[in-house]
């Protein structure tokens, strides 16, 4: 089972962005998927998260700007960001509890990260 980021580029500050975390293999059932970022010479930092419920937080620098969903029959997950602004940019990174099929436990997996730079 694998997470691959897409959707990232740049953009102009004010602009918005949509990244894609899709999950491949043979996959049962995804849980908890988040997003985190992490920028040239930081720790990397939590985004938000999506309940298998629907619930969702997000850190006090997206909330209101950033929304995370998922479309359970794509095995994919998405962050919209709008109101991009230039601290927004840095390598986001998807992260997933996925069960695969034949499995009675979830395992936790990380995409290879994608990068978002904000800039005029």
């Known amino acids: 089972v694998q997470l691959m980021e897409s959707g990232g580029g740049l953009v102009q500050p004010g602009g918005s962005l949509r990244l894609s975390c899709a999950a491949s293999?043979?996959?049962?059932?995804?849980?908890?998927m988040k997003w985190y970022r992490q920028a040239p010479g930081k720790q990397r930092g939590f985004v938000a998260r999506?309940?298998?419920?629907?619930?969702?937080y997000y850190s006090d620098s997206v909330e209101g700007r950033f929304t995370i969903s998922r479309d359970d029959a794509k095995n994919t997950g998405y962050l919209q960001m709008n109101s991009l602004k230039p601290e927004d940019a840095a390598v986001y990174s998807c992260?997933?509890?996925?069960?695969?099929?034949?499995?009675?436990?979830?395992?936790?997996?990380w995409g290879q990260g994608t990068q978002v730079t904000v800039s005029s």
């Open positions: 999506l309940f298998s419920d629907g619930g969702t």
């Open positions: 992260n997933a509890m996925i069960r695969g099929s034949g499995n009675s436990d979830f395992d936790e997996r």
């Open positions: 293999g043979n996959i049962y059932s995804i849980g908890i």
